[in-house]
């Protein structure tokens, strides 16, 4: 199953080569909310693994970004106590647009007037 959130931007890791054949880097996004009128910020942990690391590459601290995810949960047992744990693996990232990058709405005063009529062109097809 495949989620997705949008929020800021705060954290980048280095990549960590775990194995000789497992690396994963994490980054964090803050995402804002409103509850009973109160505003409050989430910091929410992501995992890019093997080629997808570099994913994260291209973005900058405070960007707002787009996160597709996946929920993975494990299970881990030694000397007789089992832990879990749950890691929110990212496959897609996307920036997202800011009202600065949005262009404004064209202005009707600066549409061009409609063409004169002329007589005897008709524009329907039938």
Known sequence: MSF???????????IKQVSDKFRKREFVLEKKAEAS??????????????????LIDPYNI????????????NK????????????LDVW????????????PAPDLNDMPPPPPDEP??????F
């Open 92 to 103: 897609k990232i996307e920036a997202t647009a800011t009202a600065d990058e949005i262009p």
């Open 37 to 54: 009128g109160l505003d409050f910020s989430d910091y929410i942990k992501f995992q890019l693994t093997q080629d997808r690391c570099d």
């Open 62 to 73: 405070n960007d707002e970004l787009k996160v597709y995810f996946n929920i993975r949960g």
């Open 76 to 87: 881990w047992e030694k000397d007789g106590t089992t832990s879990y744990f749950t890691n």
């Open 120 to 125: 005897g062109i008709d524009d329907l097809p």
């Open 4 to 14: 997705e959130i949008t929020g800021k931007l705060i954290e980048k890791y280095d």
